[in-house]
């Protein structure tokens, strides 16, 4: 059989692929990604990014200028009419973190990941389209529309919800519609509306929300609607779209509201998607292949870059021969239950939001928006989006006892490097692991025999030695000088997957 083109084939441009793709090469790998577009793109869905994955732009050098592009509207406020029954603060999540949760498009979080790729090497291939996907004995072989072929140690499927790969690699994706259609728009808008924040019209022929969307042009009139209207056909234009726009808002929010040009319109339909397995052989699904959220609590551009993150280390370790493929399996295992989670808080949202049944409304429009007026409750919603929560302890690399157990994220701590000028963990994260070690203390040896030169030795105010992964989750930790305690772990988890 042919020896591999490339260690990794990464099938999509998206910000999962990209982040798969910068995080890979963080750890020394050769990659090819692939792109059936033609060039990237200028409009998207996906309009927010929460703390955690600011979070792991940071850690692979890509957030860039993004924080200071995007808008700080992390409040949400509800009308009954022209009287707000509800208001929502998204507050600092408060578990140590820097990151800013950001009002920023999915094309501008693309054009900073594909910044920060090119500086690593690489540049997506666009009018890359794949067609086909096969496995050979030591290879996966993606096929291309124009015939060429090109083979990887592994190919990952980040080719979206309709993903090719994970077609090819046979992989069911079951699912249920939670909704009739919305309307998308992005449009110029001149009303009375506070930009300091998300609005949204509960109202009885269905919902109408607005977020002030930053303008690249360099205005403050640009919003994003989401309006529930399943009124239009199957494939309206761009013209019958902006017209039901134009009769919706008005109507349904009681404002005056002068409205101009649309940067992007759409329609979509709410399903909720779970792939039977995240991998077959050496093709594996990342993203929106694997899991399709609906849209409300911006959780899945999140979630995509999550995944990305989780195996990119994973394939770095096993590509190099320091670990058994059966650590692989260990990215679904710990992935595949987060998305089940997400799936299950993004779908009651939308079943809430698109209430129509008397009882449904009631508590929508009266139970809801007293809940969710208590600070105990704001403070649980804005951890719940952050992601910041999410833990691997239950996992096959996870602990049990006393916090922070194995699998737990850790916060960014400040730390120490070897000539004694401070760091941030999550600074030193993204590309390798860090071994923290208690002050005075030295001795990375078993780390760097079984992990090679990807991990770096830091001081800690901490009196135990911790091993931290480069996606910040706890990987082991015990007393100083308990060499082979670590190097036990490091042996079981590297080749079988398992921690115990």
Not at 175 to 189: I, M, N, Q, T, Y
Not at 285 to 310: C, K
């Amino acid at each position: 059989m042919a020896a591999a083109d490339v260690d990794v084939v990464v099938v999509g441009a998206g910000p999962t692929g990209l982040t798969l793709a910068c995080s890979l090469r963080l750890h020394g790998l050769s990659v090819r990604v692939l792109d059936r577009a033609t060039g990237p793109a200028t409009t998207s869905r996906a309009n927010f990014l929460h703390a955690r994955g600011s979070e792991v732009l940071g850690r692979i050098g890509a957030l860039g200028t993004l924080p200071d592009e995007s808008l700080r509207a992390m409040r949400i406020t509800n009308y009954l009419g022209d009287r707000p029954v509800m208001t929502l603060e998204f507050g600092d999540p408060g578990i140590g973190t820097a990151a800013p949760p950001m009002v920023v498009s999915q094309a501008r979080v693309e054009a900073a990941l594909r910044a920060r790729l090119a500086d690593l090497g690489v540049v997506p291939e666009w009018g890359s389209a794949v067609r086909g996907v096969r496995q050979e004995d030591d290879t996966a072989v993606a096929q291309l529309d124009d015939g060429a072929e090109i083979r990887g140690q592994w190919v990952v499927g980040c080719d979206g919800s309709s993903s090719v790969t994970r077609q090819q690699a046979g992989i069911g994706f079951p699912g249920v519609k939670l909704s009739e259609r919305f309307l998308l728009a992005d449009v110029h808008l001149d009303w009375d509306v506070d930009r300091g924040g998300t609005s949204g019209w509960i109202h009885p022929d269905g919902i109408v929300g607005a977020m002030p969307m930053p303008d690249p042009a360099g205005g403050d009139n640009l919003w994003r609607l989401f309006i529930y209207d399943p009124t239009l056909g199957e494939k309206p234009s761009d013209s019958e779209i902006l017209g039901r726009v134009k009769q919706i808002v008005p109507h349904r929010t009681g404002r005056t509201v002068a409205i101009g040009d649309a940067e992007w319109l759409s329609v979509f339909t709410v399903r909720r998607r779970l792939a039977d397995t995240y991998r077959n052989g050496r093709i594996l699904i990342a993203g929106d292949a694997a899991h399709v959220h609906a849209p409300f609590g911006g959780q899945g551009m999140l979630t995509g870059i999550g995944d990305a993150e989780n195996l990119a280390f994973k394939l770095a370790l096993v590509v190099r021969n320091l670990a058994s493929d059966k650590l692989i399996d260990t990215y679904e295992a710990e992935r595949r239950p987060l998305a089940t989670d997400v799936l299950r808080g993004t779908s009651a949202v939308t079943r809430v939001n698109v209430a129509r049944n008397p009882i449904g409304r009631f508590l929508r429009d009266h139970v809801a928006t007293r809940l969710f007026g208590l600070a105990s409750i704001q403070r649980w919603t804005t951890y719940t989006a952050s992601q910041l929560w999410v833990s691997y302890h239950n996992g096959p690399l996870g602990g049990r006892g006393r916090k922070p157990r194995a699998g737990d994220r850790i916060e960014d701590l400040c730390c120490t490097r070897a000539d004694g000028s401070e760091t941030r963990l999550h600074r030193e994260l993204g590309g390798r692991w860090v071994l923290l070690l208690p002050g005075g203390v030295e001795g990375s040896e078993p780390a760097r025999r079984h992990l090679g030169v990807f991990v770096a030795p830091l001081h800690h105010d901490g009196a135990e030695v911790m091993l931290i992964r480069p996606d910040a989750h706890l990987a082991w930790r015990g007393r100083p000088g308990d060499i082979d305690g670590l190097d036990r772990w490091l042996t079981t988890a590297l080749r079988s997957g398992m921690a115990r």
